[in-house]
């Protein structure tokens, strides 16, 4: 079975600075997806950035990027030039690449990021 | 922008007591999930539906909890009875086989307190 470990239950950055959140992960298969979802209080969870395990290059969504380590079984998420609205639960997420029983999200633990003015 | 809905957003309930929670997909997404935050965990997957199928309810505690999407559509999880140890948020998401890598979307939640 596929663990995910988030190592960091809070962290803080000062607006307009940078963050890394950690994520390793413990997996058999070769290929997989790799997301970082974001929780804000009260409201749903929502996709930040994705990353197929077959591409070497790391993704990017506008002031979100990845660090993905295959062979470390590492996935940090960067968030540059951090905003207030920044602040929220951040979860690392698994899926195997198949559908039907195998679709299913393995999440860690979560890392609440605060933003500090 | 099509959201997944979810109500009740709040529930407290004494235990021993039966509790349902209701969600609504987004359109034409045919895979439906039910997901468990304990406070301060990441969510556990409880239940999934392929159409009105279920195709994993491995984690579901069977004894009390059930859940079932007759028309393949709405779902509803159902609690009987609830325990102390049920209090947490529980998640409804869906996803569509089109599109890659089958994104899932989330909704608000439903927040349940069993005192």
């Known amino acids: 079975a596929q663990t995910v470990t988030q190592s960091q239950p809070e962290m803080s950055v000062q607006e307009a600075e940078t963050v890394t959140l950690s994520c390793t992960y413990d997996t058999s298969e070769s290929d997989y997806y790799l997301f970082w979802y974001k929780q804000p209080p009260s409201r749903q969870m929502i996709l930040v950035i994705r990353q197929e395990a077959y591409k070497q290059q790391n993704a990017t969504e506008n002031r979100f990027s990845v660090n993905f380590q295959k062979a470390a079984k590492s996935f940090s998420l960067k968030i540059s030039d951090s905003q207030l609205g920044d602040a929220a639960m951040y979860f690392c997420?698994?899926?195997?690449?198949?559908?039907?029983?195998?679709?299913?999200?393995?999440f860690g633990t979560g890392t609440r990021l605060q933003v500090m003015l | 922008e099509a959201e997944v809905a979810q109500s009740p957003r709040y529930k407290i309930t004494e235990k021993s007591q039966a509790v349902a929670f209701w969600c609504d997909p987004i359109?034409?997404?045919?895979?439906l999930y039910w997901y468990r935050q304990i406070l301060g965990q990441g969510p556990e997957l409880l239940v999934q539906?392929?159409?009105?199928?279920?195709?994993?309810d491995s984690q579901l505690p069977k004894d009390r909890f059930s859940a079932e999407r007759l028309k393949g559509v709405d779902s509803t999880l159902k609690i009987q009875p609830a325990e102390l140890g049920d209090s947490a948020m529980y998640l409804c998401a869906s996803s569509t086989h089109r599109g890659f890598p089958y994104e899932q979307y989330f909704g608000p939640g439903t927040r349940l307190t069993v005192t």
């Open positions: 359109s034409g997404h045919a895979t």
């Open positions: 539906f392929q159409d009105e199928s279920v195709v994993d």
């Open positions: 997420a698994y899926r195997s690449p198949y559908t039907g029983t195998a679709s299913k999200l393995t």
